[in-house]
């Protein structure tokens, strides 16, 4: 799988660890982070990766700002992305087996990096349910074409 990861300046160390926690278990990842402390603004990096999982450049996306939100918040402004702020295993199981959610985000400051490890695992194991969850999915498209 091939997956995209974005981070802020709170979290460059987090991201590496991350990075090679998905390369051991086989995954590509294409890095579009900070590698630096030195602030910088999450909004753009929340799109970049949006906008390669939204056209299909990557299967799914990561991103870690302080505490996921705000990235989270840039990523979801790009049509066809759902991003899903984890900061525990279940609801990142379950974001992706009911709301298909193609990105996942969390907060360096909110998680520990073993934490974070087993988000990102439960997340990529977890399957979509489809049945009533397409319908609401649906739902939610026809709400983003209406924008």
């Excluded at 997956?3 to 460059?12: A, E, K």
């Excluded at 990842?29 to 402390?37: E, H, L, S």
């Excluded at 056209?55 to 799914?60: I, P, R, S, V, Y």
């Excluded at 996921?68 to 525990?88: E, P, T």
Aim: proline share 1%; net charge negative; with cysteine.
């Amino acid at each position: 799988m091939k997956i995209m990861i974005g981070n802020d300046h709170t979290s460059p160390d987090m991201k590496w660890e991350i990075v090679k926690f998905l390369e051991g278990m086989g995954h590509e990842v294409i890095n579009c982070g900070v590698d630096t402390t030195k602030s910088c603004d999450y909004p753009q990096i929340g799109e970049k990766v949006g906008r390669a999982v939204a056209a299909g450049k990557a299967d799914c996306g990561v991103l870690i700002c302080g505490t996921g939100v705000g990235i989270s918040l840039a990523a979801n402004k790009v049509h066809g992305v759902r991003a899903a702020v984890c900061s525990d295993v279940t609801t990142a199981r379950l974001v992706k087996q009911h709301n298909n959610a193609n990105i996942i985000a969390f907060g360096a400051r909110i998680v520990g990096l073993e934490t974070a490890k087993d988000i990102v695992k439960a997340y990529l194991e977890a399957e979509f349910e489809g049945g009533r969850h397409q319908t609401r999915i649906d739902i939610i498209h026809e709400i983003e074409e209406r924008i």
